[in-house]
């Protein structure tokens, strides 16, 4: 059985039995605007004739009326929509031609709209992806925050004494009261720093940038040196890495669009007032971080171990962190290795430059003699490249490393407090059905006075679940901007490091060549 044409009319039905057999034929057949004028030639009376003239030449004004209705997806009103519901007013036979002519402008209409149908979801669905991340990415171009730690200075002797250090902010933030401000800071101050904006911020799902370790070998030996000893040697390497440590943690918070213009953070750069203390430093830097970072590490890789919400984007970036702090940690180990490797070269280049002078000085061929003398004053030159080259490596590269292996850290702890609001949310949704299964037993035993009891308390622990929700909700949404924040953050940080860091290296082995060219031709003049 062949199934009805999609457009069935009144002459099609008194079309005599022997031409059905035409009708498959149609059926495959693309709808032809001049079926409807065969139709209306054969048909006997004149009165059809004008029928199907005038509803021929009803869908003209179809068209505009598509055109407006396109107009008006972008303007407000609807007036032209009398002329579409006057369209189906024709029903005497003649109805199909009426059909078949509409039904390619009806086609074309769609056509017309499609585009914008299609463009609209697509502009819609942007602000949703990249929305917060542009606020953000504005909110960073349109103030600029350069932060400086500069002038160490040793105050007191003994146990009680401190080293303080200048901090210089320059910004064009209106939140500051003057664009440029000056204030000293001990380092007890950075570690407070970090303790109240974590505990501001920490539990909202903010990456928290870590102050810098704090050394209790190195600050002893600056805290008993005399004056003289702590302007060189180990004392004043110590105080200089510290100092450039202090002005990386600074500028990577003033980097962050909210932690920049917090109170906290603005009241350190601007203030004149001694600050407030943190409760226990020893417990914010050293054996104590490590302890705390370890306990957080530890629920770290429990929390991988174990799936209690399916969020895909969120395993996903667990499992990359656990592997970047891996590898991280292998390729500062191979940092420092390659430091101590460039440390023994310059001594043994150092030795080699003396035991040059030395031969040198006893030959007796005197061109011979004046080319190991030059030849000792190469090596010197050479050694100094050398220990150029280690403070970029342990300065540029190596600390560095070192500052993102510590912003693991606030990062594990921001999927850990996540995790606590994850579990707080369930445990409360939990209790609202246990106390919901003891209010219908108490129903059915009859004790209504304790079903009311239960009902009020099934009403606060609803309030509980939608706020535990709505918390983990938030939480989740604040970690994904933080997190593309830091990524992008990231790929920019190692881009310049590395950057810098091949430009230095190439500058060395540029100079090293040029020692060695000009020492050829003196070398070749050995008669």
């Known amino acids: 059985m062949s199934s009805p044409p999609p457009f069935p009319s009144d002459d099609e039905k008194e079309i005599p039995a022997k031409e059905e057999s035409e009708e498959p034929e149609s ?3 693309m709808p032809d605007p001049t079926d409807g004028g065969d139709a209306a030639d054969e048909a006997p009376s004149k009165a059809m004739e004008n029928v199907d003239l005038s509803a021929a030449a009803e869908p003209e004004p179809e068209p505009k009326a598509a055109a407006v209705a396109d107009d008006d997806l972008f303007a ?33 209409a769609p056509a017309a709209s499609a585009p914008v149908e299609a463009s609209a979801p697509a502009t819609a669905a942007e602000p949703d992806v990249t929305a917060t991340p542009e606020e953000a990415a504005e909110e960073y171009d349109s103030f600029s925050m350069s932060i400086k730690v500069c002038e160490p200075e040793k105050i007191g002797d003994g146990m009680s004494a401190y080293v ?48 810098p370790e704090k050394s209790v070998v190195g600050m002893a030996k600056t805290k008993f040196s005399k004056e003289e000893q702590a302007k060189s040697g180990a004392s004043q390497d110590f105080i200089e890495r510290r100092r450039a440590s202090l002005e990386r943690y600074l500028n990577r918070t003033a980097s962050h669009p909210v ?20 409760a226990d430093t020893s417990a914010l830097s050293g054996a104590g971080m490590m302890r705390l970072f370890k306990g957080v590490g530890d629920a770290f890789v429990k929390m991988t171990a174990r799936k209690t919400e399916s969020d895909r984007w969120f395993e996903q970036r667990i499992a990359q962190y656990v592997n970047l702090e891996e590898y991280l940690k ?3 180990t191979s940092i420092e290795s390659l430091v101590s490797h460039r440390r023994d070269l310059c001594t043994s280049t150092a030795s080699f430059a003396k035991s040059s002078a ?42 560095f490393i070192k500052d993102y292996i510590g912003l693991m850290s606030p990062l594990k702890a921001c999927f850990a407090q996540r995790e606590k609001s994850y579990q707080a949310w369930k445990t409360a949704e939990l209790n609202e059905q246990k106390k919901r299964e003891q209010e219908s037993r108490l129903v059915a035993a009859g004790n209504t006075e304790k079903a009311e009891v239960c009902r009020k308390e099934i009403l606060e622990l609803q309030a509980r679940v939608e706020k535990g929700e709505e918390e983990f909700k938030n939480i989740s949404k604040t970690m994904r901007t933080e997190i593309e924040r830091f990524e992008a953050q990231r790929q920019k940080d190692f881009k310049a490091t590395i950057l810098s860091y091949l430009e ?17 031709p003196e070398a070749k003049a050995i008669a």
């Open 259 to 278: 932690l920049r213009k917090d109170d906290i953070f603005m009241e350190f750069l601007q203030s004149q007032q001694e600050l407030p203390k943190a």
């Open 504 to 520: 230095k290296i190439m500058r060395n082995q540029e100079q090293l060549i040029k020692y060695w060219e000009g020492f050829l």
């Open 27 to 29: 059926l495959f057949a």
């Open 358 to 399: 030395i031969l040198g000085n006893t030959e007796e061929h005197k061109s011979l003699a004046r080319v190991l003398a030059q030849l000792a004053d190469l090596e010197e030159k050479i050694e100094q490249l050398h220990t150029q080259q280690v403070e970029n490596d342990f300065m540029i590269f190596g600390e």
């Open 76 to 108: 407000e009103g609807s007036a032209p929509a009398e002329p579409a519901a006057k369209a189906p007013e024709p029903t005497s036979p003649s109805s199909t031609a009426t059909q078949d002519d509409v039904q390619p402008a009806a086609a074309e």
């Open 164 to 211: 303080s250090y200048q901090v210089i902010t320059q910004t064009n933030m209106p939140q500051f009261k003057t664009s440029n401000t000056t204030v000293r800071r001990r380092f007890s101050d950075f570690l407070a720093l970090q303790s109240r904006l974590q505990e501001v911020h920490l539990k909202a799902g903010r990456i928290i940038p870590p102050a």
């Open 330 to 332: 292998k390729l500062h």
